[in-house]
């Protein structure tokens, strides 16, 4: 019934930008928080970015000042926008939807690849 569907990922060179989305079914989408996490091969996963259902934002130390997280509530929709893309995000990017104190509603979607190599 809940479905998280990322898109957006790529190949991309070092320097580069990138937007990934997450549509998001099954669920009240505008009282949810939203969040972007990844994950890359070796390491455990880490926050990203979380926008609250008031719009306010947090972001991961490894990636503030270079990413901007937005929801559009009439689609349903996430936005993680990336700039100044670094080797090391490179990692499988996962959208997260959850409500505060609440923890049989946390939901997760398949991931989407973001590879940044030359």
């Known amino acids: 019934q809940v479905q998280l569907v990322e898109s957006g990922g790529a190949l991309v060179q070092p320097g580069g930008s990138l937007r990934l989305s997450c549509a998001a079914s099954?669920?009240?989408?505008?009282?949810?928080?939203m969040g972007w996490y990844r994950q890359a091969p070796g390491k455990q996963r880490e926050l990203v970015a979380h926008?609250?259902?008031?719009?306010?934002?947090n972001y991961g130390d490894s990636v503030k000042g270079r990413v901007t997280i937005s929801r559009d509530n009439a689609k349903n929709t996430v936005y993680l926008q990336m700039k100044s893309l670094k080797p090391e995000d490179t990692a499988v990017y996962y959208c997260?939807?959850?409500?505060?104190?609440?923890?049989?509603?946390?939901?997760w979607g398949q991931g989407t690849q973001v590879t940044v190599s030359s």
């Open positions: 997260n939807a959850k409500r505060s104190y609440d923890p049989v509603r946390n939901y």
């Open positions: 926008i609250s259902s008031g719009a306010s934002t």
């Open positions: 099954g669920i009240n989408f505008s009282i949810y928080v």
